[in-house]
């Protein structure tokens, strides 16, 4: 073999090939521990999000329930004072009620349980 001009010797094309073949698995190793390092940090966050969406959309099915209840409370509240009380005209009452339904309804989409009764 000729390298630089000179015949290169067994020994020193058999340390160079160790060298790259110790250096060759030396980079798979370390790419494979990245790798797994990556996988493992993309799956803990997924799990933090996944926890986090799921507290979310718990908190906003709670939420809707509530309003859900402020509806029908306040329709029964309407129909028993058709006219609002002294302070509250009816026209103010039902501008809140709308609004809340405004926000059942956009809240319509989650996919909440039905709501669990009191003492219950």
């Known amino acids: 073999m000729m390298e630089n001009?000179?015949?290169?010797?067994?020994?020193?094309?058999?340390?160079?090939?160790?060298?790259?073949?110790?250096?060759?698995?030396?980079?798979?190793?370390?790419?494979?521990?990245?790798?797994?390092?990556?996988?493992?940090?993309?799956?803990?966050?997924?799990?933090?999000?996944?926890?986090?969406?799921?507290e979310t959309a718990s908190a906003l099915c709670t939420f809707r329930h509530d309003l859900e209840l402020r509806v029908i409370s306040t329709e029964n509240f309407l129909k028993e004072n058709p006219d609002g009380i002294p302070g509250f005209p009816r026209a103010s009452i039902q501008q809140s009620l709308d609004n809340v339904r405004r926000t059942v309804v956009a809240l319509a989409t989650l996919p909440c349980p039905p709501p669990e009764l009191e003492g219950g």
């Open 5 to 54: 001009g000179h015949d290169a010797k067994p020994e020193e094309v058999r340390n160079a090939l160790r060298w790259l073949v110790v250096s060759t698995i030396v980079l798979w190793t370390l790419v494979v521990i990245l790798g797994v390092f990556a996988w493992t940090s993309s799956q803990s966050q997924r799990a933090a999000l996944e926890k986090t969406a799921t």
